[in-house]
């Protein structure tokens, strides 16, 4: 029996997207996400290649909420050169969203007509370059029917419908691989791209997911989140987040 | 022999006018040319386009009325993710907004820098971006695409022509070889050769052969054949960080962010620290430390 909580389950679900990437910047905004993807190159993914938060390559475990952590710097990666690496496509972002649709467009910039606005949030930021250049996650930490919407006020990050009306030639480096919540993983796999449910976290029933979705989801087979194992655990509570930041960000 | 560049706080704004489009460096809250900012903010300057990787530049201008448009990929205090001085701006519609993906920022940058009209990017296809501005336009590849059909459709993203540029190093000489001995330069050099004139704050003038042993030759990246002026201000990139010489004063920082709640707590922030000049500034927020 494990005693793993349901930040620590996401913790997994997010190490989960960057499965397979091999040597790759895997680049997580946000606490879980960095917490995920540190705690997949320290598992079952050991070649990805994971910045400091900041302007380098780290090459040790660094762990989130300490201050001033031992950083291993393999290579120097500041802003200009980051916008080299993302547009020469070997890297694997996973962002937040303030608004999500069926189709996976994103939305962080505002809330309402961008001309004027009714909530000005962080702007397009980087969304519009890395979501047409190379692999693109999600980790929403709160998700309601306000954030699940049928269409979003401004797309920012571009999802499927909008890469096909593009043509195969500019969307060719467009990949949306996940989205994982406080409830569920969910994915892209279905003919017209339409979001799937993929696994509901240990916990949530199916019901849950759906209030908390503001349109239809495609629902067919879909399994349980997998729990951490025992070694992961431990990484993610001793090594990778000693201080218990995750739990700010998910409860439950 | 280094030409001496060396101006006040009141000389740069002197050159500076109503209307300008104007260039900020440093990202976010990071090593921005505060006191330049300061300067303006205590000047008559108005109708401004300020061009930045916004922090508390664009929330502190905005604040103060010195802003017509704002040019960002975003608006940030870093630990306070969004600047609510800039907000309150957007919200009532009190600027106009060029709102661009980061990467797009750097290539208009890039492109006033090389004297190109554009540079093409795949940034911004698909996405809002080019709906909520059409002025944006895109533009098709001469060369064949990759499956041997037509050449591909790309964003086409403008020079970002700047009248002058504001950036501030760790180190520089009298001459503006600038020096930055933090992590990042950000899009600083940019910044530089896409202005007309380029004003450069510094914690510290050196002299020439002092700058080596401040730092690697690789943290040179700013030469005076960018700079126009040089202004001497320690602690000048106050409350942004400027690592090593310091970091981000978040006290001071939540204590601004919370101006933005009401126009009495803003106008006596101003009161307290923005009524007089640099020196000023400088002896109110050490009283309180």
Known sequence: MTDATRDEVCVVAVAECFRGDGERLCNPIGTIPMIGGRLARESFEPDLVMTDGFAMFAANPVPVGVADPEVVVESWNPYPQMFSVLWNGKRHVMMGASQMDPYGNQNFACIGDWHRPKAQLLGFRGAPGNTINHTTSYFIPNQTPKVFVEHVDVVCGVGYDRAAELGPVSSRFHDIRRVVTNLATFDFATPDHRMRLRSVHPGVTVEDVIQATGFELVIDDFDESRLPTDDELRLIREVLDPNDSRKAEVRG | ?289
């Open chain 2, 1 to 289: 022999m280094i030409p001496d560049k060396r101006m006040t706080h009141d000389e740069v704004v002197a050159e500076l006018a109503d209307g300008m489009t104007i260039g900020i460096g440093g990202w976010a809250s990071r090593r921005k040319p505060m006191s330049l900012v300061r300067a303006i903010l205590g000047s008559d300057l108005k109708d401004l386009t300020i061009v930045s990787y916004g922090g508390p530049d664009i929330g502190l201008l905005c604040a103060a009325g010195k802003v017509r448009k704002a040019v960002y990929g975003f608006v940030s205090l870093d630990t306070i993710p969004l600047e609510p001085h800039f907000r309150i701006a957007r919200q009532t519609g009190a600027v106009q907004a060029m709102e661009l993906d980061e990467g797009m920022m750097l290539l208009g940058l890039q492109a006033a820098a090389w004297r190109l009209p554009f540079l093409p990017t795949r940034a911004g296809l698909g996405s809002d971006l080019l709906r909520v501005m059409p002025e944006i336009l895109t533009v098709q590849s001469p060369y064949p695409g990759p499956d041997g059909g037509p050449g591909e459709e790309l964003v086409a993203m403008p020079a970002l022509e700047l009248d002058a540029a504001l950036i501030h190093m760790n180190r520089a000489d009298q001459g503006g070889n600038g020096q930055f001995l933090g992590p990042d330069l950000y899009m600083d050099d940019l910044m530089a050769m896409a202005a007309t004139r380029t004003f450069l704050s510094t914690e510290r003038v050196v002299p020439t052969d002092q700058l080596s042993a401040e730092g690697s030759f690789h943290t040179l990246r700013i030469s005076r054949l960018m700079v126009d002026g040089v202004v001497e201000a320690p602690n000048g990139a106050h409350f942004t960080e400027c690592p090593p010489d310091y970091g981000r004063d978040e006290a001071f920082q939540k204590e601004y962010a919370a101006t933005a709640s009401s126009a009495e707590l803003w106008e006596a922030f101003r009161q307290k620290y923005l009524a007089g000049d640099e020196a000023d500034y400088q002896r109110a927020i050490g009283a309180d430390r």
